[in-house]
């Protein structure tokens, strides 16, 4: 129904927001973990928007980026998982984290969003784990840190990152060693996993 809502940021509350746009205040649900990251009260701000139709409700569930948002509609696209949700999933963790949470089938990382079992996370990955690639689940959420890995290839770095997940290294702990790696000089995906799994030890 709409791509994205431009205006002033009205209000914040707990799991939504307000932006008046042409005259008209839009009730926002948004994730939660995320509100942090809005500018203050008064901002103009952009939100990305997903209308969810139901016979007794029309909603909206807004989000930062194009990323979210489309993540969150191949979310939807999952049996049992509804709008509310896949957003508590995006509210506790990152688009990068849940998608190499789905590619290397952690479930345990997936069910710390509340109200998210262990059958939703296995759900997710069997139907998404074929669609979502190395690239996608790690490329937006370290190779765009472009001066952290100055001179290390993209394609390396996701996978020096997908490595080390894979040898049960929290994500983000990955991710660190890798961007110091990078900073270090290292370029290609067996260096940066030596000097990756070095900064980690």
């Not at 990251?37 to 980026?65: C, H, K, M, W």
């Not at 110091?180 to 990756?196: F, P, Q, R, S, V």
């Amino acid at each position: 129904m709409y791509a994205y809502i431009k205006g002033r940021l009205v209000s914040k509350k707990p799991d939504r927001i307000v932006v008046e746009a042409g005259g008209i205040g839009y009730n926002i649900f948004y994730p939660a973990g995320r509100i942090g990251n809005l500018p203050p009260v008064g901002s103009e701000v952009q939100i990305y928007t997903y209308t969810s139709v139901r016979e007794d409700a029309l909603q909206l569930y807004g989000f930062q980026t194009e990323d979210e948002l489309e993540l969150y509609k191949q979310m939807l696209s999952v049996s049992g998982i509804g709008p509310k949700v896949a957003s508590a999933l995006l509210s506790t963790l990152t688009p990068g984290e849940i998608r190499v949470a789905i590619i290397s089938g952690d479930t345990k990382t997936l069910c710390k969003a509340p109200g998210f079992g262990k059958r939703n996370a296995e759900r997710l990955i069997l139907d998404l784990k074929g669609k979502i690639s190395t690239e996608e689940a790690i490329g937006a959420e370290v190779l765009t840190e472009e001066e952290a890995l100055a001179g290390a290839e993209d394609g390396a770095a996701a996978e020096a990152v997908q490595a080390l997940s894979t040898l049960g290294y929290p994500v983000k702990e990955a991710r660190a060693a890798v961007i110091k790696a990078a900073k270090e000089g290292h370029a290609d995906t067996e260096a940066l996993l030596k000097a990756a799994l070095r900064n980690i030890m």
